[in-house]
């Protein structure tokens, strides 16, 4: 049966995206990603890398403005 909210209450859903400054490498962008879509920080970051390396720096000032505006 589902609360008010629509979910099962199993687990309480996100407040939103935050930063993961307990697992961070940097600014905690890549972990917060990670958590916010429950999947492995290491492919969030090896996604931004690829990113960074294949789309001419692009990533990384995408990566800059999150941890900026996130924060």
């Given at each position: 049966?589902?609360?008010?909210?629509?979910h099962?209450g199993?687990?309480?859903?996100?407040?939103?995206?935050?930063?993961?400054?307990?697992?961070?490498?940097?600014f905690?962008?890549?972990?917060?990603?990670?958590?916010?879509?429950?999947?492995?920080?290491?492919?969030?970051?090896?996604?931004?890398v690829?990113?960074?390396?294949?789309?001419?720096?692009?990533?990384?000032?995408?990566?800059?403005?999150?941890?900026?505006?996130?924060?």
């Amino acid at each position: 049966m589902t609360n008010i909210t629509g979910h099962s209450g199993s687990k309480p859903p996100s407040a939103g995206f935050r930063l993961d400054k307990t697992n961070a490498k940097v600014f905690g962008v890549c972990a917060g990603i990670a958590d916010y879509f429950g999947i492995n920080p290491m492919l969030v970051r090896i996604g931004f890398v690829a990113g960074t390396l294949l789309g001419f720096g692009s990533f990384f000032l995408i990566y800059l403005a999150i941890a900026l505006i996130a924060d």
